[in-house]
């Protein structure tokens, strides 16, 4: 057997396994419509929001969101606290066209947050809420104050709110509102929280006004801690979570469950925040980047925490008030929502850990989109295709256009090949006991004739950066979540989501039969064993594209059509 074309075999399957190996752990898991472990959390859950009034000491060791303390009061007037327990709730909704908000006077705070352009499930009307009011993570946001004798979060502090009623529409594009809220802390501190919401992003403007009425001024150090609910279940999309901060102007990214004890990241925080595969909560801090992120160690019952110290600020006394400012993206990883957050969020979008083929990636969904929503060329409207299948259709025939010099080679070398087998066999008759010298006599007939033995491999190598950076970029844009294709049900092809995997194997299945059909019209040097080899790599490619992305098994198909026809061509004009 040609051990030229063995080589390329294994190296074919190592390339495609290894790949497959390495980008797992790096890979969100097959998207299935699995329960919420929301329930679960809910009964096991740690971590109690106690009454107003409770007291704990400072100390070095970050401290739990949840944790409210007051040891002292402030000299001067006196100031009473209702504890929320006894205050009547209530709620303000703000709808834009974006998503629908929910606030509660109880730690002036965002309790639901439903997005109106991402439901949970491709056959659900139900809205993808950040902050599903049954579940167990932390409303946002709220802040810490810490000083030698008190720490205080206000996630439980009841806020009187300057608005009256309990709706807001916002339905130009324009279009904003502010709410303020108004507390107390037990020593006494008087507290403005004020939200701007924007109908045309889902960047909410914060800002806390901190009144000191003492006659002392009062140095305290500010936190802003951000929670999250996840599940490590495996057959979950959004198990897979990560923190991610842009410190000193370098991407930090880590998974939860490589959180092994509290970490600490020191520096120029412009921004820290929490997601999953394709949605995105942050605190932005344009005005004055903050000092330090504490990653806590995952809990038990999976709530993951970050502690984001803004750092000192002095409160003057006698009425005068401290502001401090920050900014809350919650909304998806989409590339143009998260620039229009400023902050440079939108480097929160990443494909790839590797830089080459985040590069790639970028682009290749750039050109997606491009050709997805048309264009404008001196005033007249290109209309785009509406459908990302027929987007990676496009994007598969522009590459192998771009790859036909180097095809129509390599077929040529192939057919060359085949037209030398007789040769080939002679010299193996010749020197038959001497491998040495059949190898020697072998590379001069490919030299004499113009071959390069692996010729033919080199479409199938250069083409590989491309597939992964396509994977990454069908993996992680969420462009293509829940984006269909075409359903054609009675004959089980439907594609309703292109990035997750077809549910009745019909790509892959075509996709292995078009590799066979290739495979037979491949020029070969007419050893038997060499055929059975050949057909195993359909099987072999098969079985691994079960479980990719529907939308890169549609981009292998179309290639191998596509060389198929190429092949035919070639065939004709080597006659």
């Known amino acids: 057997m040609d051990r030229n074309l063995i080589l390329s075999i294994v190296l074919s399957v190592l390339i495609i396994v290894g790949f497959q190996y390495f980008f797992h752990s790096f890979s969100p898991p097959t998207p299935v419509n699995a329960p919420s472990k929301i329930e679960v959390a809910k009964k096991n859950q740690a971590h109690t929001i106690p009454s107003v009034g409770e007291t704990k000491s400072s100390k070095e060791k970050p401290v739990a969101e949840t944790e409210i303390a007051s040891t002292k009061t402030l000299s001067g007037p006196s100031f009473q606290q209702t504890p929320a327990t006894q205050v009547k709730e209530a709620r303000i909704k703000i709808d834009t066209p974006k998503y629908e908000a929910i606030l509660t006077n109880i730690g002036g705070k965002i309790i639901s947050f439903r997005l109106k352009n991402f439901t949970t499930k491709i056959d659900s009307s139900d809205l993808v809420n950040l902050f599903p009011p049954e579940g167990s993570d932390t409303s946002a946001p709220s802040i810490r104050l810490t000083r030698s004798d008190e720490v205080f979060s206000d996630s439980n502090l009841a806020y009187t709110g300057d608005t ?191 830089q080459a083929l985040n590069f790639m990636s970028t682009y290749l969904m750039k050109f997606l989109t491009f050709s997805n929503s048309g264009f404008t060329v001196f005033g007249l409207k290109i209309p785009g295709t509406g459908n990302y299948g027929v987007d990676i259709i496009i994007l598969t025939l522009l590459i192998k256009i771009l790859f036909v010099p180097l095809t129509h080679k390599s077929m040529k070398s192939m057919k060359r090949m085949q037209d030398l087998q007789p040769q080939i066999a002679k010299l193996k008759e010749k020197y038959k006991d001497d491998k040495s010298a059949l190898n020697k006599a072998t590379m001069e007939l490919f030299r004499d004739n113009k071959v390069n033995p692996l010729g033919s491999c080199w479409p199938m190598f250069m083409q590989i950066p491309v597939f992964i950076a396509l994977y990454q970029a069908l993996s992680y844009a969420i462009e293509l979540r829940h984006a269909p294709f075409l359903c054609l049900p009675s004959i089980y092809f439907c594609i309703q989501d292109l990035s997750a995997p077809d549910p009745h194997y019909v790509t892959p299945i075509l996709m292995g039969g078009t590799m066979v059909l290739q495979q037979w019209m491949t020029p070969s040097a007419g050893d038997p064993m060499q055929k059975k080899m050949m057909l195993l790599m359909p099987v072999v490619f098969t079985y691994m594209f079960l479980s990719f992305p529907s939308g890169l098994v549609l981009y292998w198909l179309v290639s191998n059509v596509l060389s198929i026809g190429q092949q035919l061509l070639t065939n004709r004009l080597t006659r």
């Open 164 to 354: 009256e009623g309990s709706a807001v529409l916002l339905d130009k594009p324009d279009g904003e509102k502010t709410i303020i809220y108004r507390g107390v802390s037990p020593s006494g501190l008087i507290i403005y929280k004020k939200f701007v919401f924007h109908a045309d992003t889902y960047s909410i403007d914060v800002s806390y006004s901190l009144e000191n009425p003492s006659n002392q001024s009062r140095d305290y150090l500010v936190t802003f801690p951000l929670r999250k609910f996840f599940s490590e279940d495996p057959q979950q999309r959004f198990s897979w979570n990560s923190v991610e901060v842009l410190l000193d102007g370098s991407l930090k990214d880590y998974y939860f469950k490589d959180i092994k004890g509290d970490e600490e990241l020191s520096g120029h925080v412009a921004w820290a925040g929490l997601g999953d595969v394709y949605f995105f909560r942050a605190l932005i801090f344009s005005h004055r980047p903050a000092a330090k992120v504490t990653l806590l160690k995952p809990t038990k019952d999976d709530i993951a925490e970050i502690l984001v110290r803004y750092g000192s600020i002095e409160i003057p006394p006698k009425g005068k008030s401290e502001e401090t400012r920050l900014g809350l993206y919650l909304g998806p990883k989409e590339a143009n929502a998260l620039q229009a957050a400023g902050g440079d969020l939108g480097r929160a979008l990443i494909y790839s850990n590797y």
